[in-house]
């Protein structure tokens, strides 16, 4: 049984993760346990490259607090300005000891009433419960379900970016990114 770290305790980000390996590798046996890691950006990321930084960060660190795992995986959503709007979406990073994956969801872009608060230094879920009166909604539908009615919820939305980031383990021939998840950091 391989042991795969996702680098948060959020259910929706382990679900993500538990359901994208499973599709991408249905033989295989896994075992998925959710830790407590630093992103080392902001609580709410403000542009592609912070969030990225906090994906990679994430499945760094967890790759130092439990190295005798076979991957490790860092989801970090995060926004950032269009024109007047704010775009939502979430970088994924998965690293094992030989490879490593990189991928990003599909965007949208977020009502005034929430990029204001945001903007006001909100994170994105405590903005989203204030206006949708919500509770803990970042652990659950999140934004995306929130604004599609349930046609796309939080878990679905990353699951297919954790599938793109598994490409590079899926044809590992034709991939040899020992260093590209580093060098995005810059």
Not at 30 to 54: A, H, K, L, W
Not at 56 to 62: D, K, P
Not at 66 to 76: H, K, S
Not at 140 to 147: A, M, Y
Request: aromatic share 10%.
């Amino acid at each position: 049984m391989k042991k795969v770290i996702v680098a948060s305790k959020n259910p929706v980000k382990v679900e993500a993760s538990q359901t994208g390996f499973k599709q991408v590798f249905p033989q295989e046996s896994f075992c998925f346990q959710g830790i407590d890691v630093p992103s080392e950006v902001s609580d709410q990321p403000m542009n592609t490259q912070e969030t990225y930084r906090g994906a990679y960060h994430r499945a760094l660190n967890a790759q130092q607090h439990t190295p005798d795992a076979d991957y490790w995986v860092g989801i970090e959503g995060g926004v950032d300005f269009l024109q007047n709007t704010m775009e939502v979406f979430a970088w994924i990073v998965v690293l094992s000891p030989e490879q490593q994956g990189v991928a990003k969801t599909a965007s949208f872009m977020l009502p005034p009433k929430v990029s204001e608060l945001v903007k006001q230094g909100y994170e994105l879920g405590i903005a989203d419960d204030i206006v949708f009166q919500r509770k803990d909604s970042k652990t659950q539908s999140g934004s995306v379900g929130i604004l599609t009615n349930g046609l796309i919820d939080r878990k679905e939305y990353y699951v297919q970016a954790v599938v793109l980031a598994l490409i590079p383990f899926m044809h590992q021939e034709l991939y040899n990114q020992t260093k590209y998840a580093k060098d995005l950091v810059k």
